[in-house]
Structure formats: C-alpha cells, structure tokens
C-alpha cells in the first residue's frame, strides 16, 4: 500500500525558510520510473506543480520559483524533502507531495499525501 | 510555460445528468493529458491518464477523450459522490501545469 505524509511548520514568518519533509511508503525512490513531487494550493485556488525528483537523482522546478527552491532526497529514510527560501504571504497554502509514476508514455500524479497547511504571516 | 484552459469554471447539474468539462492546451500536448477529481479538504484523485484511459479502479461513468490541444471529461450519469473539483494536467512538457479547475455542483 503507497502512502505519503508530508509534515512541516504550519506557520512561518516572511523572509523565512519553508522546509518540508515528505514520508512515504509502498514504494522505492530507487525504482525506475518512479519520482515524488511537490504541488501546492493555495487557499481557492489550483494546483501548482513545484518540483519532482527522480529515482536516478534528476531535479526539476518551477520555472518562476527555481531560484527559491531544492528538492533532495533520503532513500534510506523513504523521505524527499523541499526547501523555499524567502517566504511571503503568496506562498500560503496547502503543500501536498505526490509520487510521480511512469504508466507507459504517460506520468501520473498517482498517490498523494493529505496536505500540509502552510500560512506565511508575520 | 503551457497554459491549460478549463471551461467552465463552475457546473451546475442534477443527479443522472450527463456532465462534460472542456480542457483546451495553449500548444499541441498530443495525447500527454491526465485529469484529478478533488474533493472538498482532500487531496486530488488521479481517474484519467493519456487523455482517456481510465484510472484502474475509476467508474466507468468518467471517460475523456482529445488530442493535440482539445479535450474533454464527461461524466455519463452524475453521481452524488462525484461533487468535486475536476483539474486536467498536461505533462507534455515541464513545468506540469493544471487547468484553473472546474467546480461541479448538484442542482
């Protein structure tokens, strides 16, 4: 059974380091054709995809938040964790980490935590 | 970056009704379309990837269909559990970027 849980603050200040730390299980990060990634929402919104780390080591970001943003991972611990650096009010919303799966030609958002609130507020 | 237009933004429609959501990509995704059910505090659902294939376990009422740049998510007969938000996904190329979600109601 896949799972993923991503904890982390539930508030931080402006100017601050967002750090989020995705626990997940059922699955190998080693496995080819298997990646986490981390989208959020904020409060009404849509999604937004942020970054996805792959099995091999590969990294990709958001093109408008690339230089606030990294993306590493533990296999020995089956955690992937995401740092956004210089926290504003925007950034408020719900973080979830998703595994990224191969099926075919096509990739899948196929299971996700339930969400980690996130308010940036002074 | 792709932009993916949703239409409309919010569906009304009454249990047993035939409901569609258009999905329309701002360059040719071929068939590289996926689309999410999300329920009210939930995390979003995968039920359709590569523009029509249902999702393993999924309902056979939802199905999708398109290619290139045009697609649509019907639901044959609305169920009362199927109030959601429904997001398309391309993953043509990245940034993977979502519609702006479509909120079905019952009338």
């Known amino acids: 059974q896949v799972t993923l849980r991503e904890s982390g603050p539930a508030l931080v200040k402006p100017t601050q380091t967002l750090t989020l730390t995705c626990t997940f299980s059922?699955?190998?990060?080693?496995?080819?054709?298997?990646?986490v990634s981390w989208i959020r929402q904020p409060p009404g919104k849509a999604l937004e995809w942020l970054a996805h780390?792959?099995?091999?080591?590969?990294?990709y970001y958001s093109r408008s938040l690339r230089t606030r943003l990294t993306i590493s991972k533990d296999t020995s611990k089956n955690q992937v964790v995401l740092t956004l650096t210089n926290m504003d009010p925007v950034d408020t919303g719900t973080y979830y980490c998703?595994?990224?799966?191969?099926?075919?030609?096509?990739?899948?958002?196929?299971?996700w935590g339930q969400g980690t609130p996130v308010t940036v507020s002074s | 970056d792709i932009q993916m237009t949703q239409s409309p933004p919010a569906l009304s429609a009454s249990i047993g009704d035939r409901v569609t959501i258009t999905c329309q990509a701002s360059?040719?995704?071929?068939?590289?379309l996926n689309w999410y059910q999300q329920k009210p505090g939930k995390a979003p659902k995968l039920l359709i990837y590569?523009?029509?294939i249902l999702e393993t376990g999924v309902p056979s009422r939802f199905s999708g269909r398109g290619s290139g740049t045009d697609f649509s998510f019907t639901i044959t007969s609305l169920q009362p559990e199927d109030i959601a938000t429904y997001y398309c996904?391309?993953?043509?190329?990245?940034?993977?970027?979502f519609g702006q979600g479509t909120k079905l109601e019952i009338k």
């Open positions: 998703a595994r990224l799966q191969r099926k075919g030609s096509a990739w899948v958002f196929d299971h």
């Open positions: 059922g699955f190998s990060l080693t496995t080819d054709g298997t990646s």
């Open positions: 780390i792959h099995w091999d080591d590969d990294r």
């Open positions: 360059h040719d995704i071929t068939s590289y």
């Open positions: 590569d523009a029509s």
């Open positions: 996904q391309q993953y043509e190329i990245l940034p993977y970027t």
